[in-house]
């Protein structure tokens, strides 16, 4: 059971209905206010969130929230946690950025790639537009399929289950795994997903959902129905052709999708290549925020290329590969 709105509604019900529930939020909430005298850095965990909600439902950001706090209105399982998750486009990023300046945060872009942080002293806010791989990036299809919710008594969307699936299914460090995350939602609202749009998330890398579903439905033999039987059958389908058709012609490792560091060994001392996080760039990249006002925060002008939600198959050219760092 989903526990965030009612799941039976059509996608562009529950977008409408979110939208409208922001629109006269953010007609009742006060005007953000400069903080000039530093406040917001002695303020409370909870009341740091409190207020970056606030300032980005009153400028009008267009926002998710994802993290502990969409994980349990979908499961129901509660987590303590130390930041707010806020998904966006990040041609919302400057925007974001500007409006929680206004309300006393600082801010950085901490990887042009996928991630800016506002702080408030020792508290911070996680604004996030693409995964760390850079394969989930967050992108109008988020914001169709998202659903409304109350949080932190404040009406806002949270981010759809199946792209927070997609996104943690690629979590595989030594410190952290998101299986359980994953299987965890599942049994809550796989009777509902929309399995061929996650389906087309993973692209060619279909082989991680199957690895996850594989233990799901061991972790879950009670519930095996609720991944449906005709997704199954296709990926196993493409798991026998692919067996068939033999080893790729290429020296690749795809670890570098799934962990940042545990497979730096087999680029580092067996000379494997690894596999491109992103498509070959169409476009040069505007740049996404303005001189940072943190001190010593990194530069917010990224030269990484934005990527999308599906990404080339393994067996691609060689001058498409590249190693870590490279």
Not at 17 to 28: F, P
């Amino acid at each position: 059971m989903v526990r965030s709105g009612s799941p039976a509604a059509s996608d562009a019900e529950r977008a409408a209905s979110a939208w409208a529930s922001r629109a006269g939020e953010r007609a009742a909430l006060s005007p953000p206010v400069d903080d000039a005298a530093g406040l917001l850095s002695c303020a409370g965990e909870l009341e740091v969130r409190v207020r970056a909600l606030e300032s980005l439902l009153c400028a009008g950001v267009p926002f998710m929230v994802a993290g502990a706090y969409a994980f349990f209105a979908y499961t129901g399982i509660f987590r303590d946690t130390k930041d707010l998750d806020v998904m966006l486009e990040e041609r919302d990023v400057p925007a974001a950025f500007m409006a929680l300046e206004r309300a006393g945060f600082e801010t950085e872009l901490l990887d042009p790639r996928w991630i800016g942080k506002a702080h408030a002293g020792e508290r911070f806010i996680d604004l996030i537009f693409s995964s760390s791989n850079g394969l989930a990036v967050v992108d109008g299809g988020w914001f169709e399929h998202a659903r409304p919710a109350t949080i932190l008594g404040h009406r806002c969307l949270i981010a759809p289950v199946e792209e927070i699936i997609f996104t943690k299914a690629f979590v595989d460090e030594r410190e952290r795994y998101d299986g359980a995350d994953v299987n965890h939602l599942i049994y809550a609202c796989g009777d509902e997903m929309d399995w061929e749009r996650l389906l087309a998330r993973f692209g060619p890398h279909w082989e991680v959902l199957l690895a996850h579903l594989t233990l799901y439905r061991f972790v879950y033999p009670g519930a095996r129905s609720r991944v449906p039987g005709w997704l199954i059958e296709e990926l196993c389908r493409r798991t026998l052709a692919q067996s068939r058709a033999g080893d790729a012609p290429l020296r690749v490792c795809r670890g570098n999708l799934i962990s940042r560091r545990q497979y730096l060994h087999d680029y580092e001392k067996l000379g494997l290549v690894a596999a491109p996080p992103a498509p070959a760039p169409g476009a040069a990249r505007a740049p996404l925020c303005r001189k940072g006002r943190r001190l010593g925060a990194r530069q917010r002008l990224g030269k990484a290329e934005p990527g999308g939600p599906e990404r080339p198959a393994v067996e691609v050219e060689a001058s498409r590969l590249r190693k870590p760092g490279s």
